[in-house]
């Protein structure tokens, strides 16, 4: 996946994270806007009726499909806590109908890891043609 063009949208994950909210609400479910708590989920949602608990992490797209990264914790939370962690991915946050897609226990699909690059490294003998250096270095910078 085109990982460079998935940097965050501030107005799609607001309208991401409004979705979502007023969709628990709408269930009836008293929900907790936790994102800001680096947690692993973004809201905490609970149905005070049958007890169910629900740790949501939400991702909002712009348009009506991509890819979606989940942070290191947020997996490790998606893993840990798979009886009751959700995944809610609303699409198409720069239209007029943006559409809310729910996971239940989202550690169960085929996550790909990303790497991220630190270094290069290459071996002096795959470098160019050696010379011979005949005379002393000229001295340079501060020592001149």
Known sequence: PE?????????TEEIAMRIAIEHEQGEGRVVTDVHEQDLGYDITSLNTRSGELRLIEVKGLGAPEGTILL???EH???EDRRDCYWLYVVVDC?????RLITE???AAKPWHEVKKVAHYTLSVRS?????????????YGNDI
Do not use: M, Y
């Open 104 to 106: 239940r226990d989202p």
């Open 94 to 98: 720069g239209s007029d109908s943006p």
């Open 71 to 73: 942070t290191p914790n």
């Open 76 to 78: 490790r939370i998606a």
């Open 127 to 139: 470098v160019g043609d050696t010379w011979k250096v005949s005379e002393p270095p000229q001295k």
């Open 3 to 11: 990982i460079n063009n998935l940097k965050p949208n501030k107005k």
